[in-house]
């Protein structure tokens, strides 16, 4: 069995969680997500579970059983805007990456720890990181097989952290119910329970035949290898990118064009050495700003032939940003998007000396990156006394 260094992130009571953050009077009480009369439940924080609220529950009973919860539309394109938030922040940390819905995703961390801390460490800078960022709280297992990291922070929900090493797996594991196994559900449970089975140890201790002869070969022979904590599958991360974005929020409003430049270019920065580091050009370059009022302007300009350095297209958010003419307009997030991608250098590309030199320049800086860390390296105008980039 590998160390533990496979991460399992889970933001706590998602939806609701963004709702809180955007609206900070719905802290402390019961929100739920979901209206109509004949809608239901997609999210409730803690406080409405306390009333035995949960999702797929129809909002006509939700509302008896807790008449005093605030209860709101699905306000799907900001939650998949936060989502899309912290990916950006896991892929700060790693390339290894497989999401598994908005808002919980499976990291490997094997490959970075000798630059960033042990999977412990990251765990817990990501933590910091999401909540600084984004103002929700997520809980993380760590172990060394997604089967075991999704159940440890399934067990130290909500806002807590796990590590279950190699030598605890079944110390951790034998005790669960046998519902807390993947794959058993409402009726393969029916059919455990009639085999006098109710915690994952009686799994364990049963004869594969038996199990197999109850639950089929598939299914019998992947539960029986999970009892006793086998599982032996990658974090996979998804192939296809349609774009490649960073945003970030600030902790206070920012007004001074200058700065806000400098913001942009740290962006730049980030989404172009990812572009490039998968061998990918963009044709197409949108830039998102939002201001104190939470009101957004999103801009984009359609390139003749794509492009994958950081000089030529921080030059084009730099142009989209200033013919928004809204100078000490107050800005809480900007962000910098690389889409409609392709593979392989444009054929009709020819560079002059000048875009020669910061191709090469842009080289040289991926390379040094790959050696020595992401943070090794980094435009002057980005570095300030005491201040690091996080």
């Known amino acids: 069995m590998s160390s533990a260094s496979i991460l399992h992130v889970d933001m706590d009571a998602f939806f609701a969680s963004v709702a809180e953050h955007d609206n900070p009077e719905l802290k402390g009480k019961a929100v739920v997500i979901g209206m109509g009369a004949r809608g239901v439940v997609s999210a409730a924080n803690y406080e409405a579970r306390k009333f035995g609220i949960h999702s797929a529950m129809p909002v006509s009973r939700a509302r008896r059983l ?12 900001r939650y998949q805007e936060v989502s899309s938030h912290v990916m950006e922040i896991f892929e700060s940390f790693t390339p ?32 910091a990181k999401v909540e ?10 760590i172990a060394p097989s997604k089967f075991i990291a999704k159940l440890a ?49 009686d799994i364990a201790h049963l ?12 299914n019998g022979a992947s539960l029986y290898e999970l009892a006793w904590g086998r ?27 200058s700065e806000i430049l400098t913001e942009f270019l740290r962006l730049t920065e980030r989404v172009s050495a990812r572009l490039r580091d998968k061998d990918l050009f963009s044709k197409t370059i949108s830039i998102k700003v939002r201001f104190a009022d939470f009101s957004t302007l999103n801009r984009s300009k359609t390139l003749a032939l794509p492009i994958d350095g950081t000089h030529e297209i921080y030059e084009v958010v730099k142009k989209l940003y200033l013919a928004l003419h809204v100078d000490r307009a107050r800005m809480r997030l900007v962000g910098v998007s690389l889409e409609n991608l392709s593979t392989g250098a444009p054929e009709q590309m020819i560079l002059g000396e000048r ?34 980039d996080g």
């Open 66 to 77: 807790a008449p005093h919860a605030i209860f709101l539309p699905v306000d799907m394109p």
């Open 231 to 257: 599982d032996y599958r990658d974090v996979t991360p998804h192939d296809a990118e349609k774009s490649i974005s960073a945003a970030e929020t600030f902790a206070q409003d920012l007004d001074n064009p």
């Open 153 to 201: 922070s399934e067990a130290c929900k909500p806002n807590g952290m796990l590590e279950i090493t190699a030598d605890r797996i079944l110390t951790f594991l034998h005790p669960l119910p046998i519902q807390a196994m993947w794959g058993v559900g409402p009726k393969t449970a029916q059919t455990l329970e009639r085999l006098g089975l109710r915690t994952i140890e």
């Open 355 to 388: 875009e020669s030199g910061w191709r090469q320049a842009d080289g040289a800086i991926d390379r040094a990156r790959a050696r020595f860390g992401a943070g090794s390296v980094r435009p002057a105008r980005l570095i300030k006394p005491g201040k690091e």
């Open 207 to 218: 004869p594969p035949a038996t199990l197999i002869r109850a639950l089929g070969q598939a």
């Open 96 to 127: 290894w990456i497989e999401p598994i819905s908005l808002d919980e995703a499976f990291l490997d961390v094997s490959g970075v720890q000798r630059l960033i801390g042990s999977p412990r460490e990251i765990a817990i800078k990501i933590r």
């Open 132 to 141: 600084a960022q984004e103002g929700i709280t997520c809980s993380v297992g």
